[in-house]
C-alpha cells in the first residue's frame, strides 16, 4: 500500500482507454488525502467495482463483475465510521483497502492449512504460503479487484474438503461463485472427492449379488448429495443472470430519471447499455438460455478461441510466458512421476497407500486434483482469454502456482536443503540467520533467508524468487498508474 501510493505520486498516470467515470463536484481535504494514498488501487476493473459498489449495475458491461465483492464494500461502507465530509469513493477505496488486507491474510492461512493437509511437508507448505504473500498477482491482491475474496473462499473451501467437512466447503465455494465466475469450476473438486472415496470403497469390499442393494443405495445418495452441492455452487451465478436479464430485460422502470446527467452523457458517448432506459432490447435477452457474462465477455472484450492470437499480442504472450511456463512445469513434473496414477485418474488404490507408504509432497497422490484443475485453467485461459491475466488469474484460484515454486525451491536450492526440509531443527547453522538468535534454531522465514543470500542461490532459485518478486514490483508501477499489466 505504501510503494503504490509513492509511485502513484511519483509517475504520472497513463491516459488509458479503460472505464473511468467522471466525478464532479468539490472534494474535500480527506477525500483529496485518500486518492493521493489509494487512487492507485482504484485502477482498470477496479474502476467497475467501486462503481457498482456505489451506484449498482447500472451499466450493462458492468454485469461482467459479479456482484459478491462490491456488495461487501458496500456493507464495509455503511458499516465503519466515516467523516460526514467524505464522498463516497474514497469510503469505498479505503474499505477496499481494509477488506482486501484482511481477506489477502486470510487466502495465506487457508493455503497453509491447504498444504499441510495436501502436502503433508510443513516447511514447504509454510514456503508456499510465504510464496503467495509475494504473489507476482500482489497488486490486484491489495486493489479493489475480487481476487483477495476469491482466494480466501476458494483456499478455504479446498481446506475444508480435505478436512471431510463437505457442506461447509461446499458453502464456502458457492460463496466463491458469487465473487468470480470461474468459481463454478470448483465443482470439480467436491464430484471429485466423492467419486475419489466411493470407488475406494468399492475396491476396499467384494461386490457380491447380497450387497448390491446397499450399493445401489450408496450410489443413489453420492448422485443426490453432489447435485444438491453442484446446484448450490451454481446458484449464485444463475441467480445473478436472472437478476440481470430482469434488469436489463424487462420494461423500462423510468430509472434515467435518477441518474445523473454526466453519467447519461458518459453512456452516450462511449455506447454504453443503461439498465431502465428505453431503446432495443439487448440481443442476449432473446437467447434460449440469456447469460449476460458470456455475451459480455464476447461484445465488449472480445473473449473467445484464439481471438487473443495476434501478432500485435505478442508483447502480451511474453507477460504470460512465465506463468505458463511454471504451469506446463507443474503439469508435466506430475505426470512424468505419476503416470500411472494419472491415468486411472487417482481412482485406483496404489500399494504404498495401503500400506500407508505413499508419497508426500508435490508429487504425492493427494496433489492430482489440484494439478489437473490449474492446468484446465491454463489450457483455458491461454487459448480463450486474453492471456496477459493469465498470472493473477492462476495465482488466486490454484494453489498449484504456489505449490509448485516451493517443490523447486526445496528440491533444487541447497540453502534450503541445508536448513532441512520439514525438521523444526537441524545441526546445521542456518545462512543468514540473527545474531540475536545465540545459536537456538527456529523456524525462520526461509524466503527471507534466500535473499540474504542473493548471490549464492542457484540460477533456478534466482528465477523463481526474481519472477514472483520482479511482477509484484512492476505490478505495483504500472497498474497504481494506468499502465498496461496483467
Known sequence: VVLQAAFNLLIPDHAADAFSPPRPGPRGGWDALLERLLGGLGRWDAEHFLFIAERGYLLEHNCAFLPLFPLSLRALCWLLPWPVSLQPRGRLLLSAALLNALLSALAAAALLGLGRAVLRRPRQAFLAALLFSLSPAGVFMAAAYSESMFAALAFSAMWRLEQGQGWLS???????????????????????????????????????????????????????????????????????????????????????????EYLLQLARDKGYRVAGVGGDKPPWCSQRFPVVYSYIQDTYWNVGFLRYFELRQIPNFLLALPVTLLGSWAAWTYVSTNPRHCLTLGLERSKSEEQGKARDGFCGPAAFVYVVHATALLVFGFFCMHVQVLTRFLGCSSPILYWFAAHLLQEHEPLLRSAGTDNLTSGKPRLGKSPSSCGKETLDNPVVRLLLNWRLMTPLSKSILGFFLGYWLLGLILHSNFLPWT
Not at 468399492?202 to 452441492?229: D, E, I
Request: net charge positive; proline share 4%.
Open 170 to 260: 461446499g458453502l464456502l465455494f458457492a460463496l466463491a461463485s458469487g465473487a468470480r465466475a470461474n468459481g463454478m469450476v470448483n465443482a470439480g473438486f467436491f464430484l471429485y472427492s466423492r467419486g475419489r472415496s466411493f470407488a475406494l470403497r468399492l475396491q476396499a469390499g467384494s461386490a457380491s449379488r447380497r450387497k448390491l442393494p446397499s450399493l445401489w443405495r450408496q450410489v443413489l445418495s453420492l448422485a443426490f448429495s453432489a447435485a444438491l452441492v453442484c446446484a448450490g455452487i451454481f446458484l449464485p451465478f444463475a441467480l445473478f443472470q436472472y437478476y440481470a436479464y430482469v434488469r436489463f430485460c424487462g420494461p423500462g422502470t423510468g430509472l434515467a430519471q435518477d441518474i445523473p
